[in-house]
């Protein structure tokens, strides 16, 4: 049911209500008025009656009473009947010409006619003067005035309902318009605004509407471009990911490539330099062999230190332990004046890209504390179970520079792009004691094992 057909309805309803009560106060009040003058009337006439017709009895008897009577006529709201006692009538009063021929109708006539017995005098020769209360005209009176209030009433009524009508009609009117606006903002037409509503209520609800669609419009807005710049981040990430597992392909290429055919190409040139050393005469000819030699020998270091750098050849062959434990002796052996640490604790198979991700959060950790952390003590733990792989790297160096996260600085950004990656997190944090930490852990049951 609509909220003006409830409006109606109660108005409509508590109208009834009123003109119901209006009546029936009305009535009970005509009733009373009634009652109260008919008794007094009836009282005063029985009274009257009964001192003048003994005084006219006494003077002349029973004509003397009659011609009393018939010169007295019509006593209001009483009628008077002189008869025999069980014989005829001799006299009865006349009708009141007072709305001669009107009547209440006879439902009202019995719920407002009071009962007020009958005086009856008795007089010589056996003969009875009763006097009736008659109700009839003063019920009459109560009728008409009940009407022309009912009527009076209904009419106001009709008018105060249309009023109320108009009223409502005029207040609801923009709801209408209101809940048409709630339907195009659902069907998506965010950029709508309700227009300038009448009444005080009505347009602050059009206010309040019009600030919701707006701030409706713009949360969309934002989310339409939140969800258009992570899209982008996403594929940049993506990309990222490609860009990255592209170079460690390259570098794995040119690692094994460094290995195998430069390698051999500086062993042979080694090899060739000290045979001519050892087979030459002439002194100049053997300082240049031995020369050649030994240049041989440091690109052939220098290549064996730039390998595992570029890609570890042994993280495939000889596994995760192994790999961490020679960085750590080379790195050893280069900055002799540091301490470094490693411990390891790896008990299950780690799939291959938690294991390169492993290595080079190590290795970046290391090679960072070693050239920009000026630390004398560096510690690397590698602790894995069943769940997760827990990684730290900690140093007591001078700390990290601000401009680590800054553009142009992608040692610990993409180390932490490769860690969240494969779901897990890392935390990079200032030491109690100075320095820095970096600890990362990796969720190790959705990843494939190594084979």
């Known amino acids: 049911m609509k909220l003006r057909t409830r409006l109606h309805l109660v108005v409509t309803g508590l109208t009834a209500v009123f003109v119901v009560l209006l009546v029936t106060t009305q009535m009970l009040a005509t009733r009373a008025r009634v009652r109260e003058d008919i008794e007094g009337s009836h009282q005063v006439a029985s009274q009257l009656l009964n001192r003048l017709v003994h005084l006219y009895w006494n003077f002349g008897g029973p004509q003397v009473v009659l011609s009393f009577l018939v010169r007295l006529g019509h006593v209001r709201s009483n009628d008077i009947i002189l008869h025999y006692a069980h014989g005829p009538v001799i006299y009865h009063s006349p009708p009141s010409t007072y709305k001669a021929g009107e009547y209440a109708p006879l439902w009202f006539t019995h719920l407002l006619a009071p009962h007020i017995p009958s005086y009856r005098l008795q007089l010589p020769g056996?003969?009875?003067?009763?006097?009736?209360?008659?109700?009839?005209?003063?019920?009459?009176?109560?009728?008409?005035?009940?009407?022309?209030?009912?009527?009076?009433?209904?009419?106001?009524?009709?008018?105060?309902?249309?009023?109320?009508?108009?009223?409502?009609?005029?207040?609801?009117?923009?709801?209408?318009?209101?809940?048409?606006?709630?339907?195009?903002?659902?069907?998506?037409?965010?950029?709508?605004?309700?227009?300038?509503?009448?009444?005080?209520?009505?347009?602050?609800?059009?206010?309040?509407?019009?600030?919701?669609?707006?701030?409706?419009?713009?949360?969309?807005?934002?989310?339409?471009?939140?969800?258009?710049?992570?899209?982008?981040?996403?594929?940049?990430?993506?990309?990222?990911?490609?860009?990255?597992?592209?170079?460690?392909?390259?570098?794995?290429?040119?690692?094994?490539?460094?290995?195998?055919?430069?390698?051999?190409?500086?062993?042979?040139?080694?090899?060739?330099?000290?045979?001519?050393?050892?087979?030459?005469?002439?002194?100049?000819?053997?300082?240049?062999?031995?020369?050649?030699?030994?240049?041989?020998?440091?690109?052939?270091?220098?290549?064996?230190?730039?390998?595992?750098?570029?890609?570890?050849?042994?993280?495939?062959?000889?596994?995760?332990?192994?790999?961490?434990?020679?960085?750590?002796?080379?790195?050893?052996?280069?900055?002799?004046?540091?301490?470094l640490s490693l411990t390891h604790r790896l008990r299950v198979n780690l799939g291959p890209s938690v294991t390169l991700a492993a290595y080079r959060f190590v290795q970046e950790g290391l090679i960072n504390a070693l050239r920009h952390a000026q630390a004398t003590r560096i510690e690397a733990r590698v602790r894995a179970d069943r769940r997760r792989l827990y990684l730290r790297v900690s140093d007591d160096g001078r700390g990290l520079q601000q401009t680590w996260s800054r553009p142009g600085h992608f040692g610990l950004r993409g180390l932490r792009e490769r860690i969240e990656h494969l779901g897990g997190q890392m935390r990079i944090a200032h030491g109690p004691r100075g320095g820095v930490s970096l600890a990362a852990v990796i969720p190790l049951e959705s990843q494939p094992e190594q084979a």
Request: charged share 25%; net charge negative.
């Open 126 to 339: 056996n003969l009875q003067l009763d006097v009736r209360a008659e109700v009839s005209r003063a019920i009459l009176d109560g009728w008409d005035a009940i009407t022309r209030l009912l009527t009076l009433t209904v009419v106001l009524l009709v008018l105060a309902n249309a009023v109320a009508f108009w009223v409502i009609e005029r207040a609801l009117a923009p709801f209408p318009v209101i809940a048409r606006g709630l339907e195009r903002l659902e069907g998506g037409e965010l950029h709508y605004r309700l227009p300038a509503l009448g009444g005080l209520e009505a347009q602050a609800i059009g206010s309040a509407f019009n600030r919701m669609a707006q701030a409706v419009e713009d949360n969309v807005a934002a989310q339409r471009k939140a969800r258009e710049a992570e899209a982008r981040l996403e594929e940049r990430r993506e990309l990222a990911r490609l860009v990255e597992q592209r170079l460690e392909e390259e570098r794995r290429l040119i690692a094994h490539e460094l290995h195998d055919e430069l390698g051999q190409s500086v062993t042979a040139i080694r090899s060739l330099a000290q045979a001519i050393a050892v087979r030459s005469d002439e002194p100049a000819l053997q300082e240049a062999a031995r020369l050649i030699s030994r240049e041989a020998a440091s690109l052939y270091d220098a290549m064996h230190g730039l390998i595992p750098r570029l890609s570890p050849l042994t993280l495939d062959t000889l596994g995760l332990t192994v790999t961490l434990e020679n960085l750590a002796r080379d790195l050893q052996q280069r900055h002799g004046s540091v301490q």
